[in-house]
Every structure is written in structure tokens, then in C-alpha cells.
């Protein structure tokens, strides 16, 4: 199982949320362009909060770095890099655009297959990641084939489905960890499912929603983009 001290965990949610990294009592700003990758094996159980998983940007294994039309370029100079994160600044996104994104992560945290949905973080990650998109076709604006491009990379690392409660050999203390559904927005109250509790019913509905992939995906075909 892949987990992280807690040490830890609190360290790479400051460097990725405050960029700035805890060393010998103080505090050490990291640069503009410093970035965090998380390599999880492949094989192992993730056991990582999903709070910690929501700072990232990307679920890399999900192709967005074959967005650019299959080509990418892994070694980039730091003056690349932040004339590359000016020209996504500069990607315009339409109000119908913005509505259209709100509308994916709303039925994505409402699904019926959803025990965990994204957070509002999901929203301006997923404007983000569609400039991204834009800037890799060369244009200065989003379109809603960007939106359907990024959206399994962008959301599936944020979203818990009953199907991987299932999956998963979620150990007891990552259950306790997870705050049921009727309290996640107002209590700190805990979760922690006996065996019994995650079968019959729940075991019939995961079979039925599919992965967190096919979700975003069914949700993506069904909901109309702007005209």
C-alpha cells in the first residue's frame, strides 16, 4: 500500500498550497516554477487523503501529456516554462464555457456512483487545465473539445466512487479517515463501515456506475456543450 507520513503529507501540501517548504523551524519559498510530482507504482493502493490528492493538478496516467498532439516535451528551461504559463494566463474562456465546467463538476459530485465528489478546487483547476489544452493546439481560446479532452485528467484523482470502496483494500484507519457523506459539509464526524455495510446494496450499485473514468465520461456525452 502506498501512504505517506503525516510529516510528510503536511509538507507537500504547504509546497504545493503556500510554495513554500518547512526547513529547521522556518519556512523556505520554493521557486515559481517548482514543481511536485507524486509517482504512485503501479499495482499498489493508494492510500493518500483525498484532500491531499485534490492539490494536484493532473492525473498524468489519464494521457494529458499526450495532449499535444502526441508530442511533449519533458525537459523545458525555467524561461520556457514561465513564458508558457503566460501564454495559458492569457487563454481566453468564454461565460458559456465557464457555465459548461460547473455543470460537469455539479452532476460529478452529485452521480449516484459518487461517494466522494470533487471539491470546489475542481473548478478553476479544470480552467485551468483547458487553457493548457488551448495553448497545445496553438489557440488563445477554449473550445468544448478542450473541456471533454482534459476532463477524466483533471477529475478522477478528485472523486471517490462506491466501485473503488469496493476495489480497493481501503484499510480501516482510511475509512475512519473519510467523513461520511451526510456530514462532509457540516460535521467532522467520521466514517467507518463494518464489511457488512459496504455489501449488498452498495455491492449491486458499484457494479452498475462503473470507475470514476466512466462516470466523467458518460457525464461529459450526456451533458450539451455551448453551441
Same mark, same amino acid.
Given at each position: ?59 498524468? @496516467? ?66 485551468? %487545465? ?37 476495489? @480497493?483494500?481501503?484499510?480501516?484507519? @482510511? ?5 461520511? @457523506?451526510?456530514? %462532509? ?43
Amino acid at each position: 500500500a502506498l501512504s505517506l507520513a503525516t510529516d510528510t503529507l503536511e509538507c507537500l501540501a504547504r509546497i504545493i498550497t503556500h510554495r513554500s517548504l518547512p526547513l529547521q523551524g522556518g519556512q523556505h519559498p520554493v521557486g515559481d516554477t517548482f514543481t511536485v510530482v507524486l509517482v504512485i507504482p503501479e499495482g499498489a493502493v493508494q492510500q493518500l487523503p483525498v484532500t491531499l490528492m485534490d492539490l494536484f493538478l493532473f492525473d498524468a @496516467t489519464t494521457s494529458i501529456l499526450n495532449i499535444r498532439k502526441g508530442k511533449t516535451d519533458l525537459m523545458m528551461s525555467e524561461k520556457s516554462i514561465v513564458k508558457l504559463r503566460k501564454q495559458v494566463e492569457a487563454v481566453y474562456i468564454s461565460p458559456d464555457i465557464r457555465h459548461y465546467i460547473r455543470e460537469i463538476v455539479i452532476k460529478l459530485r452529485n452521480d449516484e456512483g459518487v461517494y466522494w465528489g470533487p471539491s470546489p478546487r475542481a473548478v478553476p483547476s479544470f480552467e485551468k %487545465a483547458i487553457k493548457i489544452a488551448a495553448v497545445f493546439d496553438g489557440l488563445q481560446f477554449v473550445t468544448p473539445t478542450h473541456v471533454s479532452k482534459v476532463a477524466v485528467a483533471v477529475l478522477s484523482h478528485r472523486v471517490i466512487t462506491h466501485k473503488s470502496l469496493m476495489m @480497493t483494500a481501503f484499510s480501516a484507519a @482510511t475509512y475512519s479517515s473519510l467523513p461520511s @457523506t451526510s456530514a %462532509a459539509a457540516s460535521s467532522s464526524s467520521t466514517f467507518s463501515p463494518s464489511p457488512a455495510s459496504i455489501s449488498g446494496p452498495m455491492q449491486q450499485q458499484q457494479q452498475q456506475q462503473g470507475t470514476a473514468q466512466d462516470i466523467i465520461n458518460r457525464i461529459i456525452r450526456t451533458e450539451p456543450p455551448p453551441a
